[in-house]
């Protein structure tokens, strides 16, 4: 890591950012001089601001999203459902991390 980025990232406190509990991704946020930085819970792989998107703050690449299928489960029997699904969009840099899996959490209704 460079010198510049490690000194971004040393004084960032992130927070978390609120989420249903059947959602793929937990991110936290962080603001320094009015720039909001994201990550995922758990990684050290931090999202910066780049115009419309987001970039690697580590590699630079641009961060994609992936959708993950979260079926809902509302039929009148355990597990059951209409075949309905919500789809979320996880972010992730393509570079240094994997793509998410398109089967997400159930949704219990």
């Given at each position: ?23 793929a991704v937990?991110?936290e946020k ?80």
């Open positions: 890591m460079s010198n510049e980025i490690s000194d971004i990232v040393k004084d960032l406190k992130f927070e978390p950012v609120e989420a249903e509990n059947w959602e937990r991110l962080a603001v320094k001089e009015g720039i909001e930085y994201l990550r995922k819970v758990g990684s050290q792989i931090i999202y910066k601001p780049n115009g419309e998107n987001y970039q690697c703050l580590k590699c630079g690449s641009e961060i994609v999203a992936a959708q993950v299928a979260h079926p809902i489960w509302d039929g009148p029997f355990p597990m059951s459902g209409s075949g309905q699904c919500h789809y979320e969009s996880v972010p992730y840099c393509t570079k240094c991390e994997e793509k998410p899996n398109f089967h997400g959490s159930p949704i219990t209704v």
